[in-house]
């Protein structure tokens, strides 16, 4: 009887602890750009328009736009379901001619995701600007990281990871790259999944190991 009775003990405590969480409040998503990298550095500009954080750079041939990217979060933030993609935002890329020895071939981007407390995430974005001849244009891409580990975050004292998953209008049909048609505004939306990290199993186990071990001690005391 007193083995079937902590044989039960074990298998609720486990349960307790690795059971699944339930879904996170997003709150609001922000966005910030940072370290440029390129030999047009010395034009980029940081303008937000509303809701939207940019990055800008390039001269222009003709006195016109800049190229630059563009991050909005999204606007109606999802409760998010542990183990499913979820949208974080939309990325725009404005796509005009410049001069070759100012553009930028990288940029990192800031995610800042409010639950309870607000968790930040770095990811760098790779930018090929292709080049015009003529009448001949070339869509520009903006490529995701060929690699991108997961990230770790806290909440309440629960460990979670995130991992950002790539662009597309829908999570069904993700792509590490974002093609940029010349001459406007183009965008994609960037989504995520975020999933809870349990205790492992064999430390809890363990943990109530000891402490049988430390009750049987006391009886034999």
């Known amino acids: ?70 991050f909005t979060g999204a606007a109606t933030p999802p409760a998010i379901v542990l183990g499913d ?31 309870s407390t607000t968790q930040s995430f770095l990811l760098t974005l790779g930018i090929n600007e292709t080049p015009n001849e003529g009448t001949s244009s070339w869509d520009d891409i903006i490529s995701f990281p060929s690699s991108y580990p997961e990230q770790t975050f806290d909440i309440s004292g629960d460990l979670y990871t995130l991992q950002l998953l790539g662009f597309g209008s829908n999570a069904g049909s993700l792509l590490s790259g974002f093609s940029s048609p010349e001459g406007g505004t183009n965008s994609t939306l960037l989504w995520g999944k975020i999933e809870h990290v349990p205790v492992p199993g064999a430390v809890l186990l363990g943990i109530i190991g000891l402490s049988v071990a430390g009750i049987k001690l006391r009886k034999h005391a």
């Not at 979820?86 to 639950?115: C, R």
């Open 1 to 70: 009887m007193k083995k079937f009775t902590i044989c039960m003990i074990i298998c609720l405590l486990l349960l307790s602890v690795n059971h699944v969480k339930a879904d996170l409040m997003l709150t609001a998503v922000d966005g910030d750009w940072s370290n440029p990298v390129g030999p047009g550095v010395s034009t980029v500009l940081y303008p937000s328009v509303g809701s939207q954080d940019q990055i800008r750079w390039g001269n222009h041939p003709f006195g016109g736009e800049q190229s630059g990217l563009g």
């Open 85 to 115: 993609a979820f949208e974080i935002g939309q990325l725009a890329h404005f796509n005009y001619p410049i001069y070759s020895d100012s553009v930028i071939v990288s940029a990192d981007l800031t995610i800042n995701l409010t639950f």
